[in-house]
């Protein structure tokens, strides 16, 4: 069993930034690939970020890459998602889940925390 839970979410102008935390508890969280999702009032969530158990792979949607950076820290059980040069569009509550294989649809994933809003003004 994998608990989640995300923090950092916030109120933040257009060209700024946040890091959202994903706090794990479960001592085999480091065998356990991440995803971000997000999903905006009335639309699908939808795949923001994934990284793998060790790091060393990580995956972003098109409409994130180059502005979003996901990452981990096993030793504190802990995965980042730092977003820069946010927009409008980004608003949403950004969920992180866990699953021993990564994927890329909400599906394939078994467990998640309860969601943080970020809400990005013009």
């Known amino acids: 069993q994998v608990q989640l839970v995300e923090s950092g979410g916030g109120l933040v102008q257009a060209g700024g930034s946040l890091r959202l935390s994903c706090a794990a508890s479960?001592?085999?969280?480091?065998?356990?690939?991440v995803g971000w999702f997000r999903q905006a009032p009335g639309k699908e969530r939808e795949f923001v970020a994934a990284i793998s158990w060790s790091g060393g792979n990580t995956y972003y949607a098109d409409s994130v890459k180059g502005r979003f950076t996901i990452s981990r820290d096993n030793a504190k059980n802990t995965v980042y998602l730092q977003m820069n040069s946010l927009k409008p569009e980004d608003t949403a509550v950004y969920y992180c889940?866990?699953?021993?294989?990564?994927?890329?649809?909400?599906?394939?994933?078994?467990?998640w925390g309860q969601g943080t809003q970020v809400t990005v003004s013009s």
């Open positions: 479960g001592r085999t969280f480091s065998s356990y690939a």
């Open positions: 889940a866990a699953d021993t294989l990564l994927g890329y649809y909400p599906h394939e994933y078994d467990y």
